[in-house]
T-cell receptor, first 113, second 114 residues
Framework: DTAVSQTPKYLVTQMGNDKSIKCEQN?????MYWYKQDSKKFLKIMFS???????INETVPNRFSPKSPDKAHLNLHINSLELGDSAVYFC????????????FGPGTRLTVT | DQQVKQNSPSLSVQEGRISILNCDYT??????FLWYKKYPAEGPTFLIS?????DKNEDGRFTVFLNKSAKHLSLHIVPSQPGDSAVYFC?????????????FGKGTLLTVNP
């Protein structure tokens, strides 16, 4: 009964390819997030959706496009992958937008070769 | 521009003793603070949080202290157990239009020795 799940857990692909990472939460939360943990281990927010509406879009290249078909799902599509996109991507969700804890998925380790 | 800093990359303590993890922040608009625990190859797990209207919050073996004037918070774990060995992240949110965005520190690796 994983609260926040992500697929795949590992993704190895070549430069220039397009790939997607899926995220689902069964907590009934309204808000979902994508974070990136880079090689320096910093966790940084990329996007946030509240009830399928984009509310945060940090300075992320437009090759990254989140899609939220419903409030339980937030997928991340990446076009034209680059070496620098290699990182661990975490999905998270929270009950509300104004603070409160966020609950994280297990992460997807993306390796671009 | 690191707004949340965890200056100790690692900490080693003996089982049964107290572990104290520290975190400093620079953004005075932060009003909500959290601690997460992370095992390798897993996502961060929420541990405990504190609002800026409080200076202490306790949950079992975990206590978070907030010193707003010093822009400092700490996580106390007592007694420490080997299963507590993990990376601990401090995070903060608040202020502005993105008050639900979490800003994380770099983490402190805690090792609890049996």
């Amino acid at each position: 009964d994983t609260a926040v799940s992500q697929t795949p857990k590992y993704l190895v692909t070549q430069m220039g390819n397009d790939k997607s990472i899926k995220c689902e939460q069964n907590l009934g939360h309204d808000t979902m997030y994508w974070y990136k943990q880079d090689s320096k281990k910093f966790l940084k927010i990329m996007f946030s959706y509240n009830n399928k509406e984009l509310i945060i879009n940090e300075t992320v290249p437009n090759r990254f496009s989140p899609k939220s078909p419903d409030k339980a799902h937030l997928n991340l599509h990446i076009n034209s992958l680059e070496l620098g996109d290699s990182a661990v991507y975490f999905c998270a969700s929270s009950r509300q937008t104004s603070g409160g804890p966020q609950y994280f998925g297990p992460g997807t380790r993306l390796t671009v070769t | 521009d690191q707004q949340v800093k965890q200056n100790s990359p690692s900490l080693s303590v003996q089982e049964g003793r107290i572990s104290i993890l520290n975190c400093d922040y620079t953004n005075s608009m932060f009003d909500y603070f959290l601690w997460y625990k992370k095992y390798p190859a897993e996502g961060p797990t929420f541990l405990i949080s504190i609002s800026s209207i409080k200076d202490k919050n306790e949950d079992g073996r975990f206590t978070v202290f907030l010193n707003k004037s010093a822009k400092h918070l700490s996580l106390h774990i007592v007694p420490s157990q080997p299963g507590d060995s993990a990376v601990y992240f401090c995070a903060a949110s608040g202020g502005g239009g993105s008050n639900y965005k979490l800003t994380f520190g770099k983490g402190t690796l805690l090792t609890v020795n049996p």
